[in-house]
């Protein structure tokens, strides 16, 4: 039998091509492709300086260090989220500050975020999640008022926008993810982008373990001593080979965005009149890119119960994989992970939509090269299913 990947990267000559040039060149740790690469997506999202990194977690943890988190500062995030959003915090011995999610966007309750807010409140990250921006003009409402930084995980959201901004344009810094399920891919990979060319600067220090200069910037100038160490940095830099990797793959966004909202489309219509799953949802000054299709079992088709959602849930992916056909849930309820369930003590009750979030959804097979026949597959499989209930 025939399977359906989740996702798959499109890779073609051009990439391989691609990253035979630093390979041939003998320069393959951050040099000029790197440079190319950050100034090429910073002309995509229409502003900002960058800086590539080895990956969105890493730029995570370099943007809270360029805000200056320390030990027992707090920083709230949305609680339905990757657990690396989380982690980049406890990195820091910061407290992360988990508010629920509005269950139809699966993004931060902009509502409940100011009854969070304390004296050590520093930063409030937005996740715009699987493509969709957070509700943005509320959480820089609120970041004035409390003078408080915004930190965007735009891990998801390359190609989003909301009225008229690309995601991570909004706050102090944005971070985004090349990882080979995201719009386009460098293996791993992550940038780091911002409208301040200081913090730009520490940034790039910071990913080369706090270098004055940079090895291409000695090279250039012919430097043959070492570098000052002015600040305690890490080794999240990005190599060439993924830089010339992503080169090629910007080369390809245009197209790739628009190939995913014709596939998102071709789901949304045969599927949103089901009552028993909920489809995503937007409105119109959002522009969603779809780095996931992600549904859920509409608990109130089955009188709220969420037992039963999840068992549905559960019985659903079970039905795809036994007809080739892999899928995951949407992304953690982080909260009620092990490390920060023991940490903090937090109950599922807490993040009542977080937890229905992460045991209701289903994320549908969504990639480039998806034919129109495995979508209808995909469309079948779950009438199919509908009618067993």
């Not at 200069?213 to 060439?240: A, C, I, V, W």
């Not at 998102?264 to 009552?275: E, G, T, V």
Request: hydrophobic share 40%; net charge positive; charged share 25%.
């Amino acid at each position: 039998m025939k399977t359906i990947p989740l996702t798959k990267p499109y890779i073609d000559e051009e990439e391989l091509k691609a990253v035979l040039e630093p390979l041939k060149s003998g320069w393959l740790v951050q040099g000029t492709k790197v440079v190319e690469f950050e100034k090429v997506f910073s002309n995509f999202i229409g502003d900002g300086y960058t800086c590539a990194v080895s990956n969105c977690t890493a730029a995570l943890h370099i943007a809270l260090t360029l805000l200056g988190i320390k030990e027992n500062d707090e920083v709230i995030l949305p609680a339905f989220t990757y657990v690396a959003t989380a982690n980049a915090i406890e990195y820091l011995k910061a407290k992360p500050v988990f508010v629920d999610i509005n269950i139809d966007t699966f993004n931060i309750k902009t509502e409940d975020i100011e009854k969070k807010i304390t004296n050590k409140t520093k930063v409030i990250i937005p996740v715009h999640l699987f493509g969709l921006c957070a509700d943005i003009d509320p959480i820089l409402n609120l970041a004035n008022k409390y003078k408080l930084k915004i930190v965007e995980d735009a891990a998801c959201a390359l190609g989003s926008y909301y009225k008229d901004t690309h995601a991570g344009l909004f706050g102090d810094i944005g971070c985004f993810s090349f990882h080979p399920r995201k719009i386009i891919t460098t293996g791993e990979g992550g940038m780091i982008v911002t409208k301040h060319k200081p913090l730009i600067e520490k940034a790039k220090s910071l990913r080369d373990h706090g270098a004055k200069t940079s090895d291409l910037q000695r090279h250039n100038n012919k430097l043959f001593l070492m570098p000052e160490f002015n600040e305690l940095g890490f080794n999240y830099r990005m190599t060439d080979i993924q830089a010339s990797i992503g080169l090629s793959q910007m080369k390809k966004v245009p197209d790739l965005l628009a190939k995913r909202k014709e596939m998102a489309q071709r789901y949304h219509d045969p599927l949103s009149d089901i009552p028993w799953i909920k489809i995503p949802v937007y409105e119109k000054n959002y522009l969603h890119s779809y780095q996931a299709y992600v549904l859920r079992i509409n608990k109130n088709y089955f009188n709220g119960d969420m037992k039963i959602a999840n068992s549905i849930r559960n019985r659903l992916v079970e039905y795809f994989t036994k007809n080739g056909i892999f899928t995951r849930p949407g992304t953690h309820a982080v909260p009620t992970l092990g490390y920060y369930k023991n940490k903090y003590g937090f109950k599922n009750s807490d993040f009542p939509a977080s937890v229905e979030a992460e045991t209701t959804t289903i994320t549908l097979p969504l990639f480039y090269q998806l034919k129109d026949e495995e979508q209808e597959k995909v469309v079948k499989t779950i009438k199919e299913f509908g009618e067993k209930i």
